[in-house]
């Protein structure tokens, strides 16, 4: 879309699109028929804002230039188009919009919490940078900063998960992240004509959640911890592409090729964990989701078939060795969404879930010790015996850096009995670094319980002190508050979206979008909530 004009050295747009718009004023739609007969380019500055809302438009008005074909009947790919494009908000229940909503205000405090991070930092000063193109999509925490509208996602998305503080569903993945920042962006590209309204935000967003949770329950491998791909980096990548050709109202093929173009867009390592380069996964999801719905309205296709089991030439299944695809039904008014069956695990600190078992775990052995001793003494402990799931990417004796600590059983553990809580500053590089904590790591032992799997519905954390005195205490956590059979209260819920938001908010833009998500079904101009941010 976006060409270099050689001699100018500006980025300037195609004519010859612009001519095929439908809703061209009839002063441009001349001047850019004459362009486009000279093979000229016309530059962003000529229209202004009227030219970028021919632009919009023309990705909006899909049908307009492209004839669509259509894919095949009856096949696991064309069900999950077809779901996409007739589902309506009266199939959205009353617990599916409650748990959404949750959902959105949650990942947007992570996010913006999240802007004040060095990793944020990185993303948003390549983009900034880098690219010089259009801006009209908000930044998570930087008021006076716009981006072009899938760099916005992209960048979101890096805060969004750049503390891992992100929610967390089962199947594990990361939904929100994935498909948040997208329509966010896409809200605020679309001309004032067009905008969507709040229910056509919460329901793209649910078609983005769905789409992630079906693909997941396609390969038994999915239910566990992951050993070689981040999921959200391949299904949060086909929900992004899934809630943002709804929000554009894409036709039945094309989000078929949406969906396909994604597939071929998707995967990162889990090597990456606990480095810098993780936060990526969630910026590259959204923001590659986002583009492949873009291609598609513009007339890109893919292979109608790229969810179905095709021996011999893979499409999906690539990324499982066990897959088992599953058409998604026609929505009904007795559709269940899977978010109504499976709820969601919010965080109470910026760490990876599995954290949470052990500190809670240790916590509760904490408080033994107290009752015990009378205080916590380090010096009474003789060694830490963690019990805990297979999983190496989190098994870290001694982390070195803040993400490495966010992915280490040893060290929340310890942080949790030293300090008696684990919060945002647990992971600076003074208390990641205190001698006191690292002497309690010294004294850690892991072991792994046959019954304690790998799998967020089924692990548990368990934290044994053995003492000098010979006296054995231990702490157990089936289930930590956050979790999806154990949920944050309302109360809680907005105590922590509160203080994430108030390190770049203001206290009168805080509750402005509390009562905006609150009450998202009766929005009319969705990109009203990327505006506060």
Not at 291 to 319: K, Q, T
Request: hydrophobic residues 40%; charged residues 20%.
């Amino acid at each position: 879309m976006l060409s270099q004009d050689r001699e100018r050295g500006r980025r300037v747009l195609p004519a010859e699109g612009f001519s095929r718009v439908l809703s061209v004023t009839d002063s441009y739609s001349e001047m850019f028929r004459s362009a486009a007969a000279r093979g000229d380019f016309i530059s962003v500055s000529q229209g202004g804002d009227d030219i970028l809302s021919c632009v919009y438009k023309w990705v909006l008005d899909s049908q307009a230039l492209v004839v669509a074909r259509s894919a095949p009947e009856e096949t696991v790919t064309s069900s999950f188009a077809s779901f996409i494009h007739a589902v309506r908000p009266e199939h959205l229940s009353k617990t599916v919009r409650h748990r959404s909503k949750r959902m959105i205000l949650d990942s947007i405090g992570v996010g913006l919490v999240g802007s004040t991070t060095r990793v944020f930092d990185i993303a948003l000063r390549y983009c900034r940078e880098l690219y010089s193109s259009v801006a009209v999509s908000s930044v998570y925490g930087k008021p006076g900063v716009k981006l072009s509208p899938t760099l916005a996602a992209f960048t979101n998305g890096v805060a969004t998960h750049s503390m891992d503080f992100d929610d967390t569903w089962h199947p594990a993945t990361h939904p929100s992240g994935a498909v948040l920042p997208a329509l966010l962006a896409a809200s605020q590209m679309l001309p004032p004509s067009t905008k969507p309204n709040g229910m056509d935000f919460l329901l793209a967003f649910n078609v983005g959640l769905e789409v992630q949770g079906r693909l997941m329950h396609f390969s038994t491998e999915a239910h566990n911890i992951p050993k070689r791909f981040h999921p959200p980096s391949v299904v949060g990548t086909m929900g992004s592409a899934a809630a943002t050709a709804k929000l554009l109202s894409l036709s039945t093929s094309q989000c078929a090729h949406a969906l396909g173009i994604a597939a071929s867009l998707a995967g990162a390592p889990m090597a990456n964990a606990a480095t810098q380069a993780k936060p990526l996964h969630i910026g590259n999801a959204t923001r590659l989701g986002f583009e492949a719905a873009l291609l598609a309205s513009r007339g890109m296709e893919a292979n109608p078939l790229i969810l179905d089991e095709i021996p011999g030439c893979s499409g999906f299944s690539v990324f499982y060795g066990v897959y088992q695809p599953k058409p998604l039904s026609a929505p009904s008014d007795h559709h269940e969404f899977l978010l109504e069956k499976q709820d969601i695990a919010f965080k109470r600190f910026p760490a990876h879930l599995g954290m949470h078992w052990v500190v809670d775990a240790a916590l509760s052995v904490r408080n033994l010790f107290i009752n015990y001793a009378g205080s916590f003494s380090p010096s009474l402990i003789r060694t830490i015996v963690l019990k805990i799931p297979v999983s190496k990417y989190i098994n870290r004796p001694f982390p070195n850096s803040e993400h490495q600590a966010r992915h280490s059983f040893q060290f929340n553990a310890c942080a949790a009995l030293l300090d008696g809580e684990v919060g945002l500053n647990s992971f600076t590089e003074s208390s990641i670094h205190r001698q006191e904590l690292r002497e309690l790591l010294d004294k850690v032992v892991v072991e792994h319980p046959e019954d304690n799997v790998a799998n967020f519905d089924k692990m548990y954390g368990e934290v044994a002190l053995l003492l000098h005195s010979g006296d054995v205490l231990t702490g157990k956590c089936d289930t930590f508050y956050g979790h999806w059979r154990k949920p944050l209260s309302k109360e809680s819920l907005l105590k922590k979206f509160r203080s994430n938001a108030s390190h770049v908010l203001p206290e009168e833009k805080i509750e402005t979008i509390i009562t905006m998500v609150d009450n998202l079904e009766n929005l009319s101009d969705s990109s009203q909530l990327a505006c506060n941010l």
